[in-house]
């Protein structure tokens, strides 16, 4: 199809009219371009996403849901979204696809407000071992409105203590458990939470955000046959747009669609519901389930390499994109590991571990993943190579050796070029 009279992302116009911002654009390009991306929930996004996110979608006032708005003119958006929700509907087998969320945190806010009223009891994983500020932390929405309970992983273990969980759920019977997280490197078991949540008659949602890619690449089991209610991020291993969804039970659309719109948000970014159905196109193809195969492959190689380099896996390794580190044997946090990666243009984040003795402004922990340098095709090799420089750059007390480091980086990144030029 041709691209023209398409009216799409004009960088040149952007440089004309703008300098100072095109300047941040090109900046950022360059920044990912020359450096290694290893935030657990970002990804590089499809050129083909991006022309949604840049067009002439972003326009448009579509109050409401395919068929049913509150604008004119929403003839061509009502396609989009029917589309992205048959294809949500589809790939994940689904019996009902939200897409309007414009992103994770207004997703689950939609999902309380279909499920619960403040004060309700809701149980849920603590942000220090690893949950979501969403998830009852006191800072949010979550702590501050509703009567949260949490649950954690067990110290010997680090995994989730479903015994605990059980407990927990019989003595504070909650209106709604939640599983998923935000740096648990292990499975999720959710007959398990379906049989706690059904033992006290609970909805049980599953924040997805991390792993749904991985459920969508057929590398993971999926929560859609267990829960009530899925919701996610479409940005993380998932490769789509920055935004939210939601799947949910037939039982459950009307209070979903009616939580979401109207109760929570008011005009859907229909740029980013089109980002979406594009997403969800690629991620049902071949070429994606193998990326996200080689995603988990490639955490597991990473996650060993580090060990290799003397620091430790909690819970002992990985089955997802992600991978926590306890930095606590080489005497250094995380915030020290963040700002010495950083120098040496290797991008992570400092984390909190489970029962982390530190505030988690400096934290003991990094949190590494997999998502973006799979995509720009390397592989377990890689995950060594990378191993190595983090395990230098960390250890790099006066900087001295952040040039050397880079140059690492940049021999991998010239050979596995992020959004490689035609
Ligand atoms: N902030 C995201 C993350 O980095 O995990 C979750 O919302």
Redesign the pocket.
Same mark, same amino acid.
Request: proline residues 0%; neutral net charge; without cysteine.
């Given at each position: 199809m041709s691209a023209t009279p398409f009216w799409g992302p004009d960088f040149d116009a952007l440089a004309h009219e703008d300098p100072e911002i095109a300047n941040v654009l090109l900046a950022e390009l360059r920044r990912v371009r020359s450096g290694l991306q290893l935030? &657990?929930?970002e990804n590089f996004t499809s050129p083909a996403v991006l022309a949604t996110l840049g067009s002439v979608l972003s326009n448009k006032y579509a109050e409401g849901y395919p068929g049913k708005r509150y604008y004119g003119g929403c003839a061509e958006v009502d396609i989009a979204e029917n589309i992205g929700i048959a294809r949500a509907k589809e790939l994940f087998g689904a019996e009902h696809a939200n897409l309007q969320p414009h992103s994770? &945190?207004s997703a689950n806010i939609a999902v309380y407000g279909a499920f619960t009223k403040p004060g309700d009891t809701i149980l849920a994983m603590s942000l220090p071992h690893g949950g $979501?500020l969403t998830h009852g932390s006191k800072v949010n929405f979550s702590g501050k409105w509703f009567n949260v309970i949490s649950y954690g992983v067990r110290q010997d273990t680090e995994l989730i203590d479903y015994d605990e969980v059980r407990a927990l759920a019989i003595q504070h019977k909650p209106k709604m458990i939640i599983c998923g997280a %935000? &740096?648990y490197p292990r499975l999720i078991d959710f007959a398990a939470f379906r049989s706690i949540a059904d033992e006290v008659g609970a909805i049980m949602m599953v924040d997805a &955000? $991390?792993f749904i890619g991985l459920v969508a690449g057929k590398a993971i089991p999926s929560p859609v046959p267990y829960a009530d209610v899925v919701s996610f %991020?479409t940005h993380k291993v998932m490769r789509g747009p920055r935004g939210g969804m939601i799947l949910c039970k037939s039982e459950h659309a009307a209070a979903i669609d009616k939580a979401v719109f109207p109760m929570m948000q008011g005009g859907p970014l229909m740029q980013a519901v089109a980002g979406k159905a594009v997403a969800l196109k690629e991620a049902a193809s071949p070429e994606y389930q193998a990326y996200a195969k080689q995603v988990i492959a490639n955490a597991q190689a990473l996650s060993a390499g580090l060990e290799a380099e003397g620091m430790r896996p909690v819970s002992g390794g990985t089955d997802t994109h992600l991978a926590l580190i306890d930095l606590q044997g080489i005497g250094v946090n995380g915030t020290e590991a963040e700002a010495r990666c950083d120098s040496a243009r290797i991008t992570l984040?400092k984390n909190a571990i489970p029962y982390d003795p530190q505030p988690p402004a400096i934290a003991s922990g990094i949190r590494v993943g997999t998502p973006a340098v799979t995509t720009q095709g390397m592989g377990v090799a890689e995950m060594k190579n990378i191993a190595e420089v983090i395990g230098q750059a960390v250890r790099d007390t006066d900087g001295s050796q952040a040039p050397q480091i880079a140059e690492r980086v940049s021999e991998l990144t010239s050979r596995f070029p992020a959004y490689p030029r035609p």
């Open positions: 935030i &657990a929930s994770g &945190a $979501h %935000t &740096a &955000a $991390h %991020t984040n």
